[in-house]
């Protein structure tokens, strides 16, 4: 017997892009024991690597790191 799974891929977090995501962003986290655990945070194409990563950085650090990338 040979299954059948549909596979749904990563997808670019920018706008409405959608393409398939081929980069992956990575960050650490602080848990809610206090740990630091590096975790998956978003994903993008080949072509918005810098948009998603600027994203990334204002929602995980606010808008005053966002200029230095
Ligand atoms: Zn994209």
Sequence with gaps: MIYINKLYPDTCKHQSCLSRAIYEF???????????RTITVGYSCEHHIEEVNKLLKEI??????SDDI
Excluded: I, S, V
């Design 26 to 36: 990575k960050n650490d986290m602080e848990d809610e024991k206090g740990e630091y």
């Design 60 to 65: 995980y650090y606010g808008d005053k790191e």
